[in-house]
């Protein structure tokens, strides 16, 4: 079965815009997976912050 010129433009249409919507997909769960990154290293900055003010004021005492 041969594909004519129109079939073809309209079969690489479709795979194009499938593939663009994967892209975008995978983009949006990246840049979620980021956010929990970033946030997780924040929690973990704040940590460290209070356990060295802890030792501070035990210090100062």
Known sequence: ??????????????????????????????????CATVEGAGKDIQSAGEAIEEGAEEASN
């Open 1 to 34: 079965m041969k594909l004519t010129e129109m079939q073809m433009e309209m079969l690489n249409s479709k795979t194009l815009k499938h593939a663009f919507l994967v892209l975008i997909l995978a983009a949006s769960f990246g840049s979620l997976g980021g």
